[in-house]
């Protein structure tokens, strides 16, 4: 019970990192740059996290499809930061300075620790 409580809990920590992060994308017209509308990011990004929260409930329960969805989720969270502005924040020159940086290194680990977290339940659901 013990491991599903931080999983969860550490997943949604990250939440006041990626909330203003992915304004701050809106902002610089994420859209555009991926080749979408910005309805369409948007509509995309609400899956994402309705997947992201599906993943947490069925953690709570302790169901397989939760820890594999949760593993999931951290991971492309992380990767998509890393790969989309890890170059810049390594730069020391990232958007809107210190805060930007903030929100996407609290994404990343937050996101990074709950992937790992998930990947550790999940291995321990698999155990005879």
């Given at each position: ?12 920590a ?7 992060h ?66 810049e ?40």
């Open positions: 019970m013990l491991h599903r409580a931080a999983t969860i809990a550490v997943s949604l990250g939440l006041p990192f990626i909330l203003p992915v304004v701050e994308d809106f902002g610089e017209g994420i859209g555009p740059r991926v080749g979408l509308s910005t309805p369409a990011v948007a509509f995309l990004l609400g899956g994402f996290l309705a997947l992201q929260w599906l993943g947490l409930v069925l953690v709570g329960q302790d169901r397989r499809a939760g820890w594999i969805i949760t593993i999931g989720v951290g991971i492309i969270w992380t990767a998509g930061a890393v790969f989309d502005h890890g170059r924040i390594a730069a020391g020159d990232f958007r809107s300075g210190a805060v930007s940086r903030l929100w996407v290194v609290g994404l990343v680990v937050s996101q990074t620790v709950t992937a790992t977290l998930a990947w550790r339940g999940w291995r321990r659901g698999r155990r005879p």
